[in-house]
């Protein structure tokens, strides 16, 4: 899911309409190094701008920790709108 998307959800969840304002990939670096390592904003950003379709799938593994299925995006969201209050 983009950061695109999930802005989105997040809107939708508020109900109300949230701003996704994008960055060059300079801007969002600079951004990120100051609380961030650098292998860890390169990685980051490696995956924001162009994820592997495997960076994408959920893994199996998430249902066998919790007990239970993944839950979307938009359900978590939904289920946490005070956070973004």
Known sequence: MSPRQQTA?????????????E??????R???LRFMPGQVVEST????????PAEQRV???IARLLGR???T?????????????
């Open 45 to 52: 950003l490696g995956i924001l701008g162009s994820p592997l």
């Open 69 to 71: 299925p993944a839950r």
């Open 9 to 21: 959800a997040i809107g939708e969840a508020l109900g109300e309409e949230v701003r996704f304002v």
């Open 59 to 61: 893994s199996p593994d």
């Open 30 to 32: 600079a951004r990120m």
């Open 23 to 28: 960055q060059s990939a300079a801007q969002a």
């Open 73 to 85: 995006f938009a359900a978590w969201a939904r289920d946490n709108t005070a956070a973004f209050a």
